[in-house]
DNA sequence: AGGCGAGAAGTGTGATCACAAGTGCTTCAT
DNA sequence: ATGAAGCACTTGTGATCACACTTCTCGCCT
């Protein structure tokens, strides 16, 4: 009864709708966010995290009842990703995660290089003159960066999608540009099933070190090999993905 | 009683909800659209044509109440609007169109200035080895272009924010890149506004003539003239923002 | 007369029900 | 056994109601 209609295989991810903490209201009431915030984030994390595969079918009521929760909730985040890219309708009105075309591939690609690059430079300019934040966050990314070579040597390339989306993520959002990160997150959330599939059919093992040579430019605060670096992983990443056949 | 709570100022796009041409599925029956997504489209419309002041309260049940249907159509399309960035919640969690700040203005001329020169390409590219589509395109842009002159001449503000969107809309669509139209879209909803009041503020007359480059660089099939002609038209429109202040 | 509190109206959010359309499965006839 | 017709179920969509919270206003008390 995995949110879907037929098929119902029971999914990996169905845990994160129970061991996250999520319903702990009765914590101090400090924070008091609406559950369809709550169920967009969750299912934001696993699409983005590849958890689903492009096709995939969902729906309001399964959804709604695997989070526990009424329809409405389920509804408006089907429909927030839907607005985003990362769901669509199928011929018959029905939902699904996005499926890939060769064109839109080639287009996520060409944005992704117009924009990422830029988030980049944002990045390094606000931690110009902070360096106690910049080594935080080189910190930060090789611990990630870390955590995805042991994800590699494992060949667990579930992880390794799960942990690259962090290791961006982490990144971007020090570059405090919530506007042009949103953008960047519409595309992640359209690439992010299709890579999952990429990595898992091509293999972890040519992926190794891709991520040194970024946190190397932020420490050196080389703007420009920042820049190469960012181009240099998002190439590799759609390249691989060109490989597969739709 | 114009979808708002207070104020309630009576707003001239209210005939939009009545004479559009949405209702008559009786027509042959050919398409039967949603009604919260003939709902999205005509706030869309509003927002990016800057019919909605920055700041201006909107509410589900008042939205509903303007366009005579039910609350749920009107809510998806609040919703679809806040997920792109064109609306967005206040502090009482009520939703107001987006306010606009300096930094997200610097934001958005950036992704602006990254994405839409790749559009511009785009559509060389598709009408490449199709005169006719090609001149066909330069037509359809005269005219609008025609039609921005005129407002320009009558200082109406209202009309150029309209027909101005309508030209880049036009030329974009002709990209055939439907992602990437996703992202420059989102980035107009959220420019809209405020553009609209700038527009007004410093009035029309500088912006004469701003189109024809891109025009006679479409119609000569000149890459570097095109991008150079968008980005001109990018850094006018937003140095413009950049002089008023929020 | 002026400040203030209680109530009324309005808000987003969630839940539930109704309905038309589509899907797939069962079942009956050949 | 194989075909198709029919039925049961699921789907998205829309409508309506309930509820907690905010806001505004009108009337009351000092």
């Known amino acids: 009864m995995a949110f ?33 915030e709550e169920v967009y984030k969750r299912l934001r994390k696993a699409i983005i995290g590849g ?11 399964g959804l709604a009842a695997e989070f526990g929760v009424s329809t409405m909730p389920a509804r408006e985040a089907i ?3 839907i607005a985003l890219g990362a769901l669509e309708f199928t011929a018959s009105r029905r939902v699904a995660v996005a499926t890939m075309t060769k064109e839109k591939l080639l287009e996520i ?3 992704r290089l117009a924009l990422e690059p830029h988030l980049g430079i944002r990045v390094l300019r606000t931690t110009l003159d902070d360096e106690d934040a910049r080594e935080d966050l080189a910190l930060r990314l090789t611990e990630i960066a870390d955590s995805l070579e042991e ?4 060949g667990d390339s579930a992880a390794y999608a799960s942990l ?3 290791f961006f993520y982490t990144f971007y959002e020090a570059a405090n540009a919530p506007v042009i990160l949103a953008l960047v997150e519409s595309l ?24 040194q040579p970024m ?7 080389d703007g420009e090999k920042l820049d190469a670096a960012i181009r240099d992983n998002i190439k590799v990443s759609m390249s691989g993905i060109a490989q597969v056949d739709f």
Do not use: F
Request: aromatic residues 4%; charged residues 20%; glycine residues 10%.
């Open 215 to 221: 946190i190397a430019a932020i420490r050196v605060i």
């Open 164 to 166: 690259n989306s962090d």
């Open 4 to 36: 879907a209609p037929s098929g119902c295989y029971k999914v990996a991810w169905a845990k994160l709708l129970t061991d996250g903490e999520s319903q702990h209201d009765a914590r101090s009431g400090e924070r008091a966010v609406s559950i369809n």
């Open 109 to 111: 690609g060409e944005a």
């Open 151 to 154: 994800a590699i040597a494992r």
């Open 51 to 61: 958890e689903l595969a492009p096709g995939r079918a969902l729906s309001v009521r």
């Open 79 to 81: 429909r927030r990703l």
């Open 188 to 211: 992640w959330l359209q690439a992010g099933p299709i890579m999952r599939i990429v990595i898992g059919r091509l293999g972890t093992s040519s992926l190794s070190g891709c991520h």
